[in-house]
């Protein structure tokens, strides 16, 4: 089973990391990688079954439509929802281990495909050498 963390993974890789000093390339770049994993991991529609987004969907109180079906927070076994209710349900934890699979499956096969590798392989390249021409700069 994977941990609740590793459900939000599509959304913590879509956000990237917290540019500091990045260059304005290297931050598109990010960004456009950010976006093309998140294009490809809703393709295949929500995370969640209907009847599984009807769960959470009650669970949380959100109105039909409200929630995507994508991004769900979780801590231990309780539910956090975006509208400010935290839930403690046996049934909730059960949907969402019903779905963990079928999750992480789809976003290992996201991962795994060439353009996505080899944007991450171009990003970090960028990343090392910057940080070598930093060094560098630095005499070290």
């Not at 969640?48 to 076994?77: K, P």
């Amino acid at each position: 089973m994977i941990s609740s963390r590793s459900i939000l993974l599509s959304a913590a890789i879509a956000a990237g990391l917290a540019a500091t000093t990045l260059p304005a390339s290297a931050e598109a770049s990010e960004r456009e990688l950010g976006a093309l994993i998140q294009q490809s991991l809703r393709a295949g529609g929500p995370f969640f079954t209907a009847g599984e987004q009807a769960v959470i969907n009650r669970a949380c109180g959100y109105a039909q439509g409200e929630w995507d079906g994508f991004e769900l927070s979780m801590h231990g076994d309780i539910l956090h929802c975006t509208n400010g209710r935290d839930v403690d349900d046996p049934q909730v934890r059960r949907v969402v281990r019903q779905a963990a699979p079928r999750i992480s499956r789809r976003v290992s096969a996201v991962m795994a495909r060439a353009d996505i590798r080899d944007a991450i392989g171009r990003i970090s390249e960028e990343a090392t050498d910057r940080a070598m021409r930093e060094l560098a700069r630095h005499g070290y």
